[in-house]
């Protein structure tokens, strides 16, 4: 595991303008410098590069709600793992990823849409969005408000699955 690194300040603050400016993303119509330098590990990167190396996990999280937790990671490897992964490889890594997150339990229940369908807790929603991210085994994981909406628990079960990315 690599380091862990928060970023704080109140509502409005800029804290999510900071990381779509780090990561090449726009948001909401606001302008961010294509031109301007990022560098990771003392080397710039463009949008390009960092896109490759770097995951994003949103602070609201998109899912399609009549999919598995597994069903879902399947469907993101498929899209998004490199075409020259065979199937059954791409499985074995939902597989790890599944066990890393500790999504074994919740693996084949629905997602479900909150305050609508039945589905995942908040915490296994979260870890969920995590797990769509480490598939690529990415280098750099950017999280926007990763416990937002937690209880202290989930909120602490959380920060012990970022840990151990």
Do not use: W
């Not at 993303?25 to 949008?47: C, E, F, K, T, W």
């Not at 969005?129 to 690529?136: C, G, I, R």
């Amino acid at each position: 595991p690599g380091e862990l690194l928060g970023v704080m300040g109140s509502s409005g603050a800029g804290k999510t303008t900071l990381l779509n400016a780090l990561a090449f993303r726009s948001a909401r119509g606001v302008q961010i410098a294509p031109s301007s330098v990022r560098m990771l590990n003392g080397h710039p990167v463009d949008a390009k590069e960092m896109q490759a190396r770097c995951a994003y996990v949103q602070q609201f999280d998109l899912f399609i709600g009549s999919l598995t937790a597994r069903e879902h990671l399947i469907f993101q490897a498929t899209v998004r793992m490199p075409r020259t992964m065979t199937q059954k490889q791409k499985i074995q890594r939902v597989d790890q990823v599944i066990q890393d997150l500790s999504l074994g339990k919740c693996q084949n229940t629905i997602i479900g849409v909150p305050g609508r369908v039945k589905g995942l807790s908040g915490g296994e929603r979260k870890r969920l969005a995590f797990a769509s991210e480490a598939l690529t085994d990415p280098p750099l994981l950017i999280c926007d408000e990763p416990t937002s909406g937690l209880d202290s628990f989930m909120a602490a079960s959380v920060v012990q699955v970022l840990k151990k990315l």
